[in-house]
């Protein structure tokens, strides 16, 4: 029987997804199944749910912006990772169940690791407070940082974040603060992008580039790192600017790569080994 699965988001055309599913599907003889970028808008999730739960040849689903916090109520079970992070971005379909998964921290996890990013005892600060921060702000600390500053427009959702997370971390120190940053940047040896600004089909305007240029100069560390965890474009205007400052740079296609993979292990069967975030 065809096997389909896809990618849902609102925007979506610009997803890689399909292209590089398509591509793990051949190096693992997988003939039939298929793979599609679907565009669902935050009102229709629920009616979109709903829907494929008629459709059996459906295996999964990989999810976006700006779904990944709002699935929980639509799904049979959550893992416990995911539940923990506050955010869904896997969807597994088996025997009539739909189950929610993260993948977000191994994709993250992997692109620290390919760049030589030691976090232990060192500072990080994340733009942003959405799914894709709360998976950023977990990683860095099972990765033992030692301070994780969490930065948004709204403090208020970043301080959820540092409210959801200083229990569980006993080790890591989080701080909320907006986009003031005063103190926020001056230590980090990493700095996560982890809003939707500068992904292609969104619109970058003037006073996002003045955040990202009063973020970068507010560090000091020679040796930091700047992470985008948009892949398109690759090098996207944060990267660009952090470059020109002489940051080491970290794009996110290494961490699609890594979320395929841990997708592709979900759905079918594993590809590699891989270190489990949390005990069984």
Excluded at 185 to 196: G, H, R
Aim: hydrophobic share 45%.
């Amino acid at each position: 029987m065809m096997r389909t699965a896809a990618v849902i988001g609102h925007p979506v055309s610009h997803s890689l997804s399909p292209d590089l599913f398509s591509f793990l599907a051949g190096l693992q003889a997988q003939k039939e199944f298929t793979y599609e970028a679907i565009d669902v808008p935050s009102a229709k999730l629920k009616e979109f749910i709903q829907q494929q739960r008629q459709m059996p040849e459906r295996v999964g689903f990989n999810v976006t912006i700006p779904h990944k916090e709002r699935l929980f109520d639509l799904l049979d079970n959550v893992s416990k990772e995911a539940r923990t992070v506050g955010a869904v971005n896997v969807i597994e379909i088996k025997n009539s169940r739909w189950s929610g998964h993260n993948t977000d921290i191994l994709g993250l996890q992997d692109s620290l690791l390919q760049s030589d990013a030691d976090l232990d005892a060192q500072n990080v600060l994340i733009l942003g407070a959405g799914g894709a921060a709360r998976a950023a702000a977990f990683a860095v600390a099972v990765e033992g940082a030692k301070r994780v500053v969490i930065c948004n427009r709204n403090q208020a959702r970043a301080e959820v974040i540092v409210q959801d997370f200083k229990n569980i971390f006993s080790g890591t120190e989080f701080i909320s603060a907006d986009y003031s940053f005063d103190f926020a940047a001056e230590n980090a040896k990493l700095v996560i992008q982890a809003t939707p600004l500068g992904m292609s089909g969104i619109k970058t305007d003037d006073s996002d580039l003045r955040i990202f240029e009063s973020l970068l100069n507010g560090v000091k560390s020679q040796q930091a790192f700047a992470f985008d965890l948009i892949y398109r474009p690759e090098e996207t205007v944060f990267l660009k600017m952090a470059k020109r400052k002489g940051f080491k740079t970290i794009t996110g296609l290494s961490m699609l790569i890594g979320q395929a993979l841990a997708t592709w292990e979900i759905w079918f069967s594993p590809i590699t080994s891989r270190p489990e975030v949390f005990s069984s």
